[in-house]
């Protein structure tokens, strides 16, 4: 079955610092990959989306993402995090049958002033 | 344009009882998936809608169920709940749920069952 894996639970970076959130997935063929965020007791924002073409992704809010078939990683990234960004960060996918979402456990970003 | 908008946003309910939770979907869209988030775990697939058909199932028990009315908004029931069944409810439309179709989220309930 697929799964995406986001190994860090927690990150904190100071504001004005590059931030990078990992991303990996389980699945034979490429599937369609989605960064979202989540503010505490809201819904899910989506940050951006990759379906095919360019591997590199560019988002809402400044962020970008990387997509490397070789690693099976979609990676988050930001090049200087402000405080507004402290919020939890779920990746997720969709391999197949109807655009049903299989996200990972989340990592929770904590900035520091 | 109004979001997705769900109904009620905060529920308290005993064990054993029922819940409805409501879904409106956002204007022209006709598919509307449902997800369960327990505390600190990402969302986990419910339901799936459109057209008013069942699309898709995920992993829950028999208790959990929902329709689709011709509005395309949507309603999910969970019978019988247990504690476990404390967490946030999620309502994503889209236009078409095909697999290149953005999902867009409403705010969520949330249920505690005490």
């Known amino acids: 079955a697929q799964s995406v894996t986001q190994p860090d639970i927690h990150i904190t970076v100071s504001e004005g610092a590059s931030l990078e959130l990992r991303c990996n997935y389980s699945?034979?063929?490429?599937?369609?990959l989605f960064w979202y965020v989540q503010s505490p007791g809201q819904g899910l924002q989506l940050l951006l989306k990759?379906?095919?073409?360019?591997?590199l992704v560019q988002g809402i809010k400044g962020f970008e993402a990387e997509f490397k078939r070789s690693q099976s990683s979609f990676n988050l990234r930001k090049p200087s995090v402000h405080w507004s960004d402290a919020a939890e960060y779920f990746c997720?996918?969709?391999?197949?049958?109807?655009?049903?979402?299989?996200f990972g456990t989340g990592t929770q970003l904590k900035v520091e002033l | 344009d109004a979001g997705v908008t769900q109904s009620p946003t905060h529920l308290i309910k005993t064990r054993g009882q029922h819940v409805t939770l409501r879904c409106s979907p956002i204007?022209?869209?006709?598919?509307v998936s449902w997800y369960q988030q327990v505390l600190g775990q990402g969302p986990q697939f419910i339901f799936q809608?459109?057209?008013?058909?069942?699309?898709g199932r995920g992993n829950f028990p028999d208790r959990f169920s929902a329709r689709q009315f011709p509005n395309y908004s949507s309603e999910l029931n969970v019978n019988a709940l247990l504690l476990g069944d404390s967490a946030l409810y999620l309502c994503?439309?889209?236009?078409?749920?095909?697999?290149?179709?953005?999902?867009?989220f409403g705010q969520g309930t949330r249920l505690t069952v005490v």
């Open positions: 994503a439309s889209s236009n078409t749920g095909l697999m290149n179709t953005e999902a867009f």
């Open positions: 699945y034979g063929a490429t599937p369609y």
């Open positions: 990759y379906f095919s073409g360019d591997t």
């Open positions: 997720a996918c969709i391999t197949g049958g109807g655009n049903k979402l299989t």
């Open positions: 204007s022209g869209h006709k598919s």
């Open positions: 809608y459109y057209e008013k058909e069942e699309r």
